[in-house]
């Protein structure tokens, strides 16, 4: 399970830092936005595109993107 932690940044306003424990750790969508650095209609653009990483939708229509999915994902984004 993973742990997220609220820091602040120098001006003083909320961040948010998580780090996770294992591997198939199950991300929030916020969690996988803040991690890529994008915004929300970024992640619909290629979601929509089949560009985004894998997700898992749960009962109640939430998003989840497992940990080393996004992973695997980041190093398939990779340039050689």
Do not use: F, Y
């Not at 650095?37 to 290629?46: A, E, I, L, P």
């Not at 939708?57 to 497992?66: C, E, F, W």
């Amino acid at each position: 399970m993973g742990v997220t932690a609220i820091a602040r940044n120098r001006r003083g306003a909320p961040t948010i830092a998580v780090r996770c424990t294992h591997a198939d750790d199950l991300l929030t969508l916020a969690e996988v936005l803040m991690k890529l650095k994008v915004s929300r209609s970024t992640w619909n653009d290629w979601r929509a595109k089949n560009r985004a990483p894998r997700c898992t939708k749960l009962p109640n229509g939430t998003l989840r993107v497992r940990r080393s999915v996004l992973d695997q994902w980041l190093e398939d984004q990779e340039e050689h």
